[in-house]
């Protein structure tokens, strides 16, 4: 009972999975293996067990594929994004990524391969080696997944500084090509991505109908090296900032001056600085195009 105890120990703090080594030098080989034969102890990857009377969740499966493959793989697609703290469907099982040339290897977690490998596209997080944002977007892709989940995986990893648009773009050329499917579909996303939110890739969609320039996004300014601003859409050329926000606006004393001091900041600095609310966007984008025509008539 005391040996069972320091195991149970042991997985607690390994994410509730025990490797043979950990347990062969608490209990030694006969005491292991009968625990295992009674079933008191249950493989889920190779060499990594769980308790019978632990429930198998996700974080098990990520912990027991990822300690097992080590650094043979990393996570896939929406297993990354899901560990990396992206809002996407927690995946039934947990699914990694290995280089083409082992794919010989046992089929014991759920395994794609690729020929298009770079070092680049692993990170560790957590304590486990995982596909970045930028590669687990594009593989979640190669997924299935649908527009509508990719936009938000996109708008969510971009917001947690995650990856960025330029990056995503440029791997994306680099993975394009036979083999990778959904590529087709996360290009022409991508085409209104750079905000961080829903509304703020709306205005852009809207921008791009209607054959306006596109502006910059989430751009910083600052102040003897402090950040003053961070603005949704700058058009550089016209120096026009807009800013889209779905609150109702501040209330107290206290929040209107920082938005009237912000706001004169970027005004000072020779902008013009115009909001739209969700229902303008939505509801009325006619009213969106008219303002932005006549402040950007110095680019038509």
Request: proline share 3%; with cysteine; glycine share 8%.
């Amino acid at each position: 009972m005391k040996a069972e105890a320091a195991l149970i120990e042991i997985a607690r703090r390994n994410g509730m999975i025990i490797t043979s080594s950990d347990a062969l030098h608490l209990v030694g080989r006969e005491c292991w293996d009968r625990a295992q034969e009674q079933g008191l102890w249950i493989q889920v990857a190779p060499d990594r067990f769980r308790h019978a009377a632990t429930a198998l969740t996700f974080e098990m499966q990520v912990r027991a594929g990822a300690g097992w493959l080590s650094a043979r793989g990393a996570l896939y697609g929406s297993t990354a994004l899901r560990w990396l703290g992206i809002d996407v469907p927690e995946p039934s099982s947990a699914e990694f990524l290995v280089r083409r040339d082992r794919r010989a290897i046992p089929n014991w977690v759920q395994v794609h391969t690729t020929v298009k490998w770079d070092n680049g596209d692993v990170i560790r997080h957590n304590g486990v080696r995982t596909s970045t944002a930028t590669r687990a977007v594009i593989d979640f892709a190669a997924q299935g997944a649908s527009a509508r989940s990719l936009e938000q995986a996109i708008d969510e990893a971009i917001r947690l500084r995650r990856t960025a648009l330029a990056r995503l773009k440029q791997r994306l050329a680099g993975l394009s090509g036979r083999g990778h499917h959904g590529c087709a579909l996360l290009r022409e996303i991508l085409l209104d991505s750079g905000g961080e939110s829903h509304l703020e890739r709306r205005f852009l969609r809207l921008l791009r109908s209607h054959d306006l320039p596109r502006p910059e996004c989430q751009v910083v300014f600052r102040k003897d090296g402090q950040t003053v601003a961070r603005v949704d859409f700058m058009f550089p050329a016209a120096a026009v900032i807009v800013e889209v926000t779905g609150r109702l606006g501040h209330t107290s004393d206290r929040d209107r001056q920082r938005d009237a001091r912000r706001r004169n900041h970027l005004q000072d600095l020779g902008n013009d600085v115009i909001e739209f609310t969700t229902t303008d966007v939505i509801d009325d984008p006619a009213y969106v195009l008219s303002t932005l025509k006549s402040s950007l008539k110095v680019l038509r």
